[in-house]
């Protein structure tokens, strides 16, 4: 089983930023596919925020458009999603996700971090 680790997550004030970086754990040498970041509220379903295609191509939520920017690096596997401008809405657990294996029908997750934004 693949696992992903993210880090970066925190508390800020509304108007902030953060950098959450996901990873696979060591040991997990793997080439992901597409990747992608999903927030969850407590009670409620994960909601992507952003993805990114293997090849560099992004997707993302209408609410983070402009504010949020997801990339690459390469040389570690990882994704990054750059978070500026922060709002309260944005307060939730961020998942990261990687497809891998044939055909991109396998994906792994992270444990999630913490994102909390205040007024």
């Known amino acids: 089983q693949v696992q992903l680790v993210e880090s970066g997550g925190g508390s800020v004030q509304a108007g902030g930023s953060l950098r959450l970086s996901c990873e696979p754990a060591?040991?997990?040498?793997?080439?992901?596919?597409?990747m992608g970041w999903h927030r969850q509220v407590p009670g409620n379903q994960r909601e992507l925020v952003a993805s990114?295609?293997?090849?560099?191509?992004?997707n993302y939520a209408d609410l983070v458009k402009n504010r949020f920017t997801i990339s690459r690096a390469y040389a570690k596997n990882a994704t990054i999603l750059h978070m500026d401008n922060l709002e309260e809405k944005d307060t939730g657990t961020y998942y990261c996700?990687?497809?891998?294996?044939?055909?991109?029908?396998?994906?792994?997750w992270g444990q999630g971090t913490q994102v909390t934004v205040s007024s």
């Open positions: 990114i295609t293997k090849d560099g191509g992004t």
């Open positions: 060591p040991g997990n040498m793997i080439s992901l596919k597409d």
């Open positions: 996700n990687a497809r891998y294996g044939p055909g991109g029908y396998s994906s792994a």
